[in-house]
């Protein structure tokens, strides 16, 4: 261990103490991304929805896949807060009876969020499940891409959805992947209401 370096108990890794830190942008809106295997892609995203509504910002939700049948808590929240939200897909593929009408309820669910993006009425708007439909070829990543770099300059955007596409990966500001441990599912523990929905 060096005299830039510290640890802390338990660490394996040292801290660096001095970390050069890039030029500070000022910019009007970010793109962030939360992807991976692991939970709480989602449940991130909807805690920046929160943040956001704090901070006096117009909040918006495009939910692509999950249908409106669920009783989730984050729409009970957004609903209480007076967020605006729109699911419009008829569940995830597995649950599906008509592919078609999945594919054709999503292509739907992606005008609405791209009206969404170039309206300004919104400072961030969350595209939850997004990924999906682009990997399943419902959208095509070319329209995907123009409608967030031509979105209105100040509205800040979070996708959600596992294996997000490069392009779009090339495009955020900040990209997490969430990477599975361990997951209360691999034990047969069913989802339980105010953690996973």
């Known amino acids: 261990m060096t005299s830039e370096e510290t640890t802390v108990s338990g660490a394996c890794k040292p801290i660096p103490r001095h970390v050069e830190r890039p030029e500070r942008l000022q910019v009007d809106s970010v793109v962030l991304v939360n992807t991976g295997d692991g939970k709480g892609k989602s449940s991130a995203a909807f805690g920046v929805m929160s943040r956001g509504w704090a901070r006096g910002w117009r909040v918006g939700v495009v939910q692509f896949m999950k249908s409106g049948k669920w009783n989730a808590g984050e729409r009970k929240l957004a609903d209480h807060l007076g967020i605006d939200w729109w699911t419009l897909g008829d569940g995830f593929t597995w649950e599906s009876e008509d592919l078609d009408e999945s594919a054709l309820k999503n292509r739907h669910a992606w005008q609405v969020a791209e009206a969404k993006l170039a309206s300004g009425d919104y400072d961030l708007l969350i595209l939850d499940e997004l990924t999906y439909v682009v990997n399943y070829g419902w959208v095509p990543i070319d329209a995907v891409v123009a409608g967030l770099t031509g979105r209105w300059s100040k509205t800040n955007v979070v996708i959600t959805g596992r294996d997000a596409p490069a392009e779009i990966i090339d495009l955020a ?20 209401k105010g953690i996973e929905y």
Do not use: P
């Open 173 to 192: 500001d900040t990209v997490t992947e969430m990477t599975v441990v361990k997951h209360a599912y691999q034990r047969g523990i069913m989802a339980r």
